[in-house]
């Protein structure tokens, strides 16, 4: 079974401007959760989705906005993009809609903002 | 506000050794542990998920515990190799409370 995809797997981009990263996850698994991996910061939870609707939204502002698909294919969008923005944004899927599902993590997109 | 401790942030010991990676947290609310490896400029594989009722999970030479009333989950990995050289951390939560990561511990296992 093919794993989490995403995709750009690496993007560079100037201040100001916007980004969508994209997200496919394993089959059958209808969850997909996005983090931002910072040397400082460490990984920090965006969002999460499950059946198209947003579940829950960690602490970032209004910039970082996600969606997700009838396939259950996944986008995430920042705007206006700040020095601070430049990361590894992950996404990940699971089976399950509870918490007993195991994550399973794709290979990141390294964001690099000028 | 969950809090995911990892301790040590960085280790460094000769292959063959066997070594313990500790983890601890500050709400032991029902929910699953997970262990991650880390290669550099990599996404995370998962190692070990411990959910809530469980104790302990092993594959191959790891083996992790979860100790809920004590807030703590130790990786235990044996015969350490040169591959095992990675970043491991653990986390806690899952669904739609998303992940919460420690810093990781930072592990060298020299030839």
């Known amino acids: 079974k093919a794993g989490v995809t995403q995709t750009p797997r690496y993007l560079i981009k100037t201040r100001g401007q916007q980004v969508t990263l994209s997200c496919s996850p394993i089959?059958?698994?209808?969850?997909v959760s996005w983090y931002q991996q910072t040397p400082g910061q460490g990984l920090q939870f965006l969002f999460e989705?499950?059946?198209?609707?947003?579940?829950n939204k960690g602490n970032f502002p209004g910039r970082f906005s996600g969606r997700q698909f009838s396939n259950s294919r996944s986008e995430m969008n920042v705007s206006t993009l700040e020095l601070g923005d430049s990361a590894l944004y992950l996404c990940?899927?699971?089976?399950?809609?509870?918490?007993?599902?195991?994550?399973?993590f794709g290979p990141g997109t390294r964001l690099t903002v000028l | 506000k969950q809090e995911v401790t990892q301790i040590p942030a960085a280790l460094s010991v000769p292959e063959g050794e066997n070594l313990v990676l500790n983890c601890s947290f500050t709400?032991?609310?029902?929910?699953?542990l997970q262990w991650f490896r880390q290669d550099p400029g990599k996404g995370l594989t998962s190692l070990l998920l411990?959910?809530?009722?469980?104790r302990e999970q092993t594959s191959g030479r790891l083996n992790a515990s979860l100790d809920k009333s004590s807030g703590r989950s130790t990786l235990y990995i044996a015969a350490s190799q040169p591959g095992d050289s990675a970043t491991y951390l653990c986390?806690?939560?899952?669904?739609?409370?998303?992940?919460?990561f420690g810093k990781g511990t930072h592990l060298i296992i020299q030839p």
């Open positions: 986390a806690w939560g899952g669904g739609a409370d998303g992940l919460t």
């Open positions: 411990i959910q809530s009722s469980q």
């Open positions: 989705y499950f059946s198209e609707t947003q579940r």
């Open positions: 990940a899927s699971s089976p399950l809609s509870g918490r007993a599902g195991e994550q399973f």
């Open positions: 089959s059958g698994h209808r969850s």
């Open positions: 709400d032991s609310a029902i929910y699953n």
